[in-house]
């Protein structure tokens, strides 16, 4: 066996036929990011409670229609910071169909479905 490196040429050859393949520049289907985002939500959930819904709004984040609603109510800061999501039928459809018919404004799993 020789220890000398392969011909330039070789060289050459491997690389244009890298170029020619094409990665799978397809975004991931919606379905797998929702059910990612609901399982990075529980592991959060594992550490303490959420932050507030007062306090998620200031630092930016939208929030849902029924998550406004409760961010308004006259409730305790503990119901301030359950996770909404995961009672709610847009996460369900979010993880079961490709095209789920949710349109709430603020919702993350609605998001997941925009291409």
Request: glycine share 4%; aromatic share 8%.
């Amino acid at each position: 066996m020789s220890n000398e490196p392969l011909e330039e040429s070789e060289f050459e050859r491997f690389a244009a036929a890298l170029e020619e393949e094409q990665p799978d520049t397809r975004p991931a289907p919606s379905r797998l990011k929702a059910k990612i985002y609901s399982s990075l939500i529980r592991q959060q959930e594992k550490t303490g409670p959420l932050m507030d819904l007062k306090e998620t709004r200031k630092s930016g984040s939208r929030l849902c229609v029924f998550e406004e609603i409760v961010r308004i109510s006259p409730v305790g800061k503990k119901v301030k910071s359950f996770n909404y999501c995961r009672i709610c039928h847009a996460r369900i459809l979010a993880e079961k169909l490709e095209k789920a018919p949710i349109y709430w404004d603020g919702c993350p799993y609605v998001d997941f479905q925009k291409p």
